[in-house]
Every structure is written in structure tokens, then in C-alpha cells.
Nanobody, 115 residues
């Protein structure tokens, strides 16, 4: 079993920055993929960014150049640095982990960007 707890969400003005954190309840060294998804009201959940265990990253086109995913194995944590935030980035952000055939989700953290 693996618990994921997100933090760092909040209200920010357009152009501002936030850093989301995801704390895992155990070691993430064996986790194949860790990432961040988001879901805006009335929309489907979408991938924001993910990172495989070897360090390769993948970003949604809408956040490339603005968001950065990172992973700290020693702290069992994954981060999402979000810069140049825009109102369309407003959503609940979820941490995700994929371990072989099992997928885990955090409870989500709200990010609201005002114009």
C-alpha cells in the first residue's frame, strides 16, 4: 500500500508561482512512474507532468516551459514547481504513482489562479 499526500496549493495571482509537494508513505525507489494530474471543474482529469524512475520527464504541452517536476528519493517526495501561472491552470492537482500494475492517487490540492 502507498499513501500520497499533496500540499502547497492555494490562491495566487496570474503570473505567480506555487510549488506543490507530494509526500509518499514509503520509499518511492521502486515506483515506476510518479506524476501530477489536474482536474478543472467540468473537465476530465489530465496529465500535467510525470517522471519515470530513470529521470525521464513528460509534460503536457500547455505547461511546458512553465512547470517543472522533480523527485527526491531520499525524502520520498515529488514536487511540481509551477511558474507563470495562468487562470486556466486553476484545478485540483493530484499526485499519482504507478507501481507495476497498481496505481495510487492522493486526495488532491486546490490551485486557484486569479486574473
Amino acid at each position: 500500500q502507498l499513501q500520497l499526500v499533496e500540499s502547497g496549493g492555494g490562491l495566487v495571482q496570474a503570473g505567480g508561482s506555487l510549488r506543490l509537494s507530494c509526500a509518499a508513505s514509503r520509499s518511492i525507489f521502486a515506483i515506476n512512474v510518479m506524476g501530477w494530474y489536474r482536474q478543472a471543474p467540468g473537465k476530465q482529469r489530465e496529465l500535467v507532468a510525470d517522471m519515470i524512475s530513470g529521470g525521464l520527464t513528460n509534460y503536457a504541452d500547455s505547461v511546458k516551459g512553465r512547470f517543472t517536476i522533480s523527485r527526491d528519493g531520499a525524502k520520498n517526495a515529488v514536487y511540481l514547481q509551477m511558474d507563470s501561472l495562468q487562470p486556466e491552470d486553476t484545478a485540483v492537482y493530484y499526485c499519482n504513482a504507478k507501481e507495476i500494475t497498481i496505481e495510487y492517487w492522493g486526495q488532491g490540492t486546490q490551485v486557484t489562479v486569479s486574473s
